[in-house]
C-alpha cells in the first residue's frame, strides 16, 4: 500500500498526528517536500514534540524514516531537532532515519536572504517563516544549491561551494548591502552540522524500490497544505514547494510510484499561519475564544494562528487538489463550547453567490457566506466509537462529508495518539 497524507487547506491541519497514529501500518514514512519552516505537533506515550524535519514516524520502533529529494534539508535545524527529540528518549540512529543524498542542502545565507527579502518588502511581505525556504528553492531551480550526497566527497564539496560562493555573495553585497561569507565560514558550519548528518545520507531511490518491489507498505508525509501549494494554493502567500499527494512520487525518490490512497487531513475548523487571503477569518473576541480553545499558535514561530469557522469552499477545493480519497476530521472536540456551530457555506464574489475557489488574483474580493448547525455543547474527548459522538456532532460530521465530497474515516477528539474515532 502506498499512502499520502496531505493537507487539504491552508496547513496546520493536523497531519503529523494523523501520520503518528497510521505508521503502525506502515514499513516507511518519507517526507517528500519543504523544510524546517512549518511544525507537525505529535503527542503520545513518549511526550509532545514539534516536528519540522524529522518524519512523523520516528517514534514508530521498526519504522524507516526517510527525507526524500524534495526536502529542504537544512543541516543545523534538523541537528538540534535530532537532539531534543533523542534527549526525550527517542532512539533516532541510521537505522531509522535515512537522508536522501539527492537533497538539496539549505545554507546559512538562505536565512539570511528570507529576512533581507521580507524587510525589503515592507508591507507587501508574504509572511515567511524565516527558514530560508523561498532562497533555498529558487536557488535550487538555478542549480546553485549542493546536494547532501556530496558531504560524502569533500573534494568535490568545497569545489562546488567555493563557485557557489562567489556568485551568491554578489547577491548578499551588491543587492542587499549585507555582509559576504567566507570559505572559512561554510568550513565551520559543515564541521558543525554537515559532518553529524552524514551518518544518515545514503542513496534512499534505491531503499524505496527494493520496499516496493519486497512490498513493503509506505507512507509519504506532506507539509502544509493545498491551499499552500507553489501552484495551485493562494499565491503568492503559498510555500514554494508542491504540497499536493501528486509530488510525493518525484519528492521522495520514488518517481515510479502509483499512490493507492490519499488521506486528506481537515480541521474541523479553519487556522491558517501567514499573510495572504483568508475568506473566512474571524477577528476580536470570537476569534480570540477559538484560538484559545484549539491552541492555535504555529509549531515553529509561536505565532497566533488565524482562525475562523470551517470554509466548505476551500476545503472542496483543497480535496480536488489532492485527489483525496478519504478524510481524517481533526480537532472536533475544540468547537465544543458553542452554541451554534458556524460554518462558510459559500462565497460571494462581484454580487453572486459561489462555489468554486476564484483565481488568486480576485480571493480577497471574496466575502463569506455562513450559516450554523446545532453545537453539541458536552465534552466529546472521551469518544472512541461513532455512537459515543452526540448527534449534533454526527450531524455536522455528515454534513461536512456531503459537502467536500469525500468520506470522512477519522474523526480526532483530541491530541493524544488514541484520541479517535473511525468511521469505516
Known amino acids: 500500500m502506498l499512502t499520502a497524507i496531505v493537507g487539504i487547506n491552508w496547513g496546520d491541519e493536523g497531519k503529523g498526528r494523523m501520520v503518528d497514529l497510521l505508521t503502525s501500518q506502515y514499513d516507511v514514512v518519507v517526507r517528500y517536500q519543504g523544510g524546517g519552516n512549518a511544525g507537525h505537533t505529535v503527542v503520545n506515550e513518549q511526550g509532545k514534540f514539534a516536528l519540522h524535519?524529522?518524519?512523523?514516524?520516528?517514534?514508530?520502533?521498526?519504522?524507516?524514516?526517510?527525507?526524500?529529494?524534495?526536502?529542504?534539508?537544512?543541516?543545523?535545524?534538523?541537528?538540534?531537532?535530532?537532539?531534543?527529540?533523542?534527549?526525550?528518549?527517542?532512539?533516532?540512529t541510521p537505522e531509522n532515519l535515512k537522508i536522501s543524498d539527492r537533497a538539496s542542502l539549505l545554507m546559512p545565507w538562505h536565512r539570511d536572504l528570507d529576512g533581507l527579502e521580507e524587510a525589503r518588502l515592507a508591507d507587501k511581505k508574504y509572511g515567511s517563516t524565516k527558514q530560508g525556504i523561498a532562497p533555498f528553492y529558487s536557488d535550487k531551480?538555478?542549480?546553485?544549491?549542493?546536494m547532501a550526497g556530496?558531504?560524502?566527497?569533500?573534494?568535490?564539496?568545497?569545489?562546488?561551494?567555493?563557485?557557489?560562493?562567489?556568485?551568491?555573495?554578489?547577491?548578499?553585497?551588491?543587492?542587499?548591502?549585507a555582509k559576504p561569507y567566507t570559505m572559512e565560514d561554510l568550513r565551520s558550519w559543515v564541521a558543525d552540522y554537515g559532518e553529524k548528518i552524514k551518518p544518515f545520507?545514503?542513496?534512499?531511490?534505491?531503499?524505496?524500490?527494493?520496499?516496493?518491489?519486497?512490498?513493503?507498505s509506505i507512507l509519504f508525509?506532506?507539509?502544509?497544505?493545498?491551499?499552500?501549494?507553489?501552484?495551485?494554493?493562494?499565491?503568492?502567500?503559498?510555500t514554494s514547494s508542491n504540497a499536493i499527494a501528486a509530488y510525493a512520487p518525484v519528492g521522495s525518490g520514488l518517481p515510479s510510484?502509483?499512490?493507492?490512497?490519499?488521506?486528506?487531513?481537515?480541521?474541523?475548523?479553519?487556522?491558517?499561519?501567514?499573510?495572504g487571503p483568508f475568506t473566512c477569518e474571524w477577528f476580536g473576541e470570537e476569534a480570540e475564544r477559538l484560538r484559545e480553545a484549539g491552541g492555535e499558535y504555529g509549531a515553529k514561530t509561536g505565532r497566533p494562528r488565524r482562525v475562523g469557522p470551517i470554509d466548505l469552499v476551500a476545503t472542496r477545493y483543497g480535496v480536488q487538489c489532492q485527489g483525496a480519497t478519504e478524510i481524517a476530521l481533526t480537532k472536533l472536540d475544540v468547537l465544543s463550547y458553542m452554541d451554534e456551530i458556524p460554518i462558510c457555506?459559500?462565497?460571494?464574489?462581484g454580487g453572486e453567490q459561489i462555489d468554486y475557489f476564484p483565481f488568486p488574483a480576485v480571493l480577497p474580493d471574496a466575502k463569506p457566506v455562513t450559516t450554523t448547525m446545532p453545537g453539541w455543547k458536552c465534552d466529546i474527548s472521551g469518544a472512541r466509537k461513532w455512537e459515543?459522538?452526540?448527534?449534533?456532532a454526527r450531524d455536522y460530521v455528515k454534513f461536512v462529508e456531503k459537502e467536500i465530497g469525500c468520506p470522512i474515516r477519522y474523526v480526532s477528539v483530541g491530541a493524544e495518539r488514541d484520541a479517535y474515532v473511525q468511521l469505516f
Not at 510510484?257 to 499573510?275: F, L, M, N, T
Not at 459515543?388 to 449534533?392: F, K, M, N, R, T
Request: proline content about 3%.
Open 221 to 238: 508525509e506532506a507539509q502544509l497544505g493545498a491551499l499552500r501549494d507553489l501552484d495551485y494554493g493562494i499565491y503568492p502567500y503559498t
Open 388 to 392: 459515543d459522538l452526540p448527534q449534533a
Open 257 to 275: 510510484a502509483q499512490i493507492d490512497q490519499v488521506v486528506g487531513v481537515v480541521k474541523a475548523y479553519s487556522s491558517c499561519v501567514g499573510e
Open 345 to 349: 457555506a459559500h462565497y460571494e464574489l
Open 53 to 92: 524535519l524529522l518524519p512523523s514516524g520516528i517514534f514508530r520502533k521498526g519504522v524507516v524514516n526517510i527525507l526524500g529529494n524534495g526536502v529542504a534539508l537544512d543541516c543545523e535545524s534538523l541537528w538540534t531537532e535530532i537532539q531534543d527529540v533523542t534527549g526525550k528518549g527517542v532512539s533516532i
Open 141 to 146: 531551480y538555478q542549480k546553485k544549491t549542493v
Open 201 to 216: 545520507i545514503c542513496d534512499t531511490g534505491a531503499l524505496l524500490r527494493q520496499a516496493q518491489a519486497a512490498g513493503k
Open 150 to 177: 556530496e558531504l560524502l566527497y569533500p573534494d568535490k564539496l568545497w569545489e562546488h561551494l567555493e563557485g557557489i560562493l562567489e556568485w551568491k555573495n554578489l547577491t548578499l553585497e551588491r543587492v542587499y548591502g
